[in-house]
């Protein structure tokens, strides 16, 4: 599965998005989880404390998370390319026949604000539906607001509780038909 995208910006340069199918236990993806973990760990350490994430908490709580629910037959990782570079993930898995999840939605800093989130996510959401998914749900924090903002404007609808996860303080979901 290829996703692109071409944007125009007032520079005459083009950018190129790609977004490709990655095993979720490839040394990129462990990469790019180990940036989107420590990134929404440090920020809720941050606000909630004060200080960034204890670095022996970062290794144990980033290794104890394999991410082998996005592995296929049931799951899917994506990794978004800007201009032939790493730069994002999003991934799905089946949490039942018709229910996806949409998980590790995540743009590195320099990257975002280009698009690729909604392509991230756009693309999952094919993931899900080749899948057999007919909704798909996810769940994050308040202070991930600029996070909260994009699922709106995609078009995703608060909802009841879907998990008992301690971070996660709103759900949404989205029909796929």
């Not at 800007?82 to 018709?98: C, E, F, I, S």
């Not at 994050?140 to 709106?152: C, K, M, P, S």
Request: aromatic share 8%; proline share 5%.
């Amino acid at each position: 599965m290829t996703h692109e995208s071409r944007e125009s910006h007032t520079t005459p340069t083009t950018s190129v998005w790609s977004v490709d199918e990655e095993p979720y236990d490839s040394p990129l993806a462990t990469a790019l989880w180990r940036a989107y973990y420590t990134e929404v760990s440090d920020r809720w350490y941050l606000l909630h404390e004060g200080h960034a994430t204890d670095p022996e908490e970062l290794e144990r709580e980033v290794a104890a998370d394999t991410g082998e629910y996005l592995a296929p037959p049931g799951g899917t990782l994506l990794v978004a390319r800007y201009g032939g570079v790493p730069v994002g993930t999003a991934g799905v898995r089946l949490m039942d026949a018709t229910t996806a999840e949409l998980k590790r939605v995540f743009v590195l800093t320099e990257a975002r604000g280009k698009g690729g989130a909604a392509l991230l996510v756009t693309a999952a959401e094919d993931a899900a539906r080749a899948l057999g998914a007919e909704r798909i749900v996810l769940d994050t924090r308040g202070d991930l607001v600029e996070a909260r903002a994009l699922y709106a404007l995609l078009g995703y609808e608060e909802s009841a509780p879907h998990n008992d996860d301690e971070y996660a303080d709103h759900w949404f979901t989205k029909r796929l038909a």
